[in-house]
């Protein structure tokens, strides 16, 4: 049972836009910045967003975050095939003193 | 370019240790925190704990308390996580993560490419 919350998958055909959900609470989305990592099979997770809502350099725009009270979104535009992969959600712990994950969603394109 | 560069694969039977190295390059090694998750098969990535590699210093996630030991070697900039007494419920992918500076601007920029430990007997 993750901390996060995140639907277990998601879906979109090419040029589509998905939203990606992750629901915490005060001790760690309320009070923390989300970060969100994509993991392609067998590989490293790829930092996506950080600070809620900013991008590493060369991460497309088509990626972007936000946040509210205690929930974020990841949401991805203009769909492309190779954004199939896992989607995480991260986020400080205050009382775990530690990060907590969600679940992951699995994005399919369609 | 930051780069860390993980141990490879390891097969080991149960009760047994594992040791596995994270080393970096292209930045100053005791400059930001290393942290270690591990992705189970077919399951999320859960955070093991951290260390200080300035100071050695170290937290870990109260799972894995008493069975966990993070070291480093700063002379030759890595990083090492030891997990003892195995099960087959380690068996897992093991990934460093170097901890972003500020640690509020976020979490991981850079991770090992992980390393796949297989507890078997």
């Known amino acids: 049972q993750s901390v996060l919350t995140q639907p277990p998958s998601a879906s979109g055909t090419p040029g589509q836009r998905v939203t990606i959900s992750c629901s915490g609470s005060s001790s760690n989305i309320g009070g923390n910045t989300v970060n969100w990592y994509q993991v392609l099979p067998g590989t490293a997770p790829k930092l996506l967003i950080y600070s809620n809502d900013l991008r590493p350099s060369g991460v497309p725009d088509r990626f972007s975050g936000s946040k509210s009270g205690t929930s974020a979104s990841l949401a991805i535009s203009g769909l492309q095939s190779d954004d199939e992969a896992d989607y995480y959600c991260a986020v400080w712990d205050d009382s775990l003193n530690g990060p907590v994950f969600g679940g992951g969603t699995k994005l399919t394109v369609l | 370019q930051v780069q860390l560069v993980q141990s490879g694969a390891e097969v080991k039977k149960p009760g047994a240790s594992v040791k596995v190295s994270c080393k970096a390059s292209?930045?100053?090694?005791?400059?930001?925190?290393m942290h270690w998750v591990r992705q189970a098969p077919g399951q999320g990535l859960e955070w093991m704990g951290w260390?200080?590699?300035?100071?050695?210093?170290?937290h870990y996630a109260q799972k894995f308390q008493g069975r966990v030991t993070m070291t480093r070697d700063t002379s030759i900039s890595t990083a090492y996580m030891e997990l003892s007494g195995l099960i087959s419920d380690d068996t897992a992918v093991y990934y460093c993560?170097?901890?972003?500076?500020?640690?509020?601007?976020?979490?991981?920029?850079?991770w090992g490419q992980g390393a796949l430990v297989t507890v078997s007997s």
């Open positions: 260390i200080n590699p300035n100071s050695g210093g170290t």
């Open positions: 292209g930045y100053t090694f005791t400059g930001y925190y």
């Open positions: 993560g170097r901890r972003m500076v500020p640690a509020t601007s976020g979490l991981y920029d850079y």
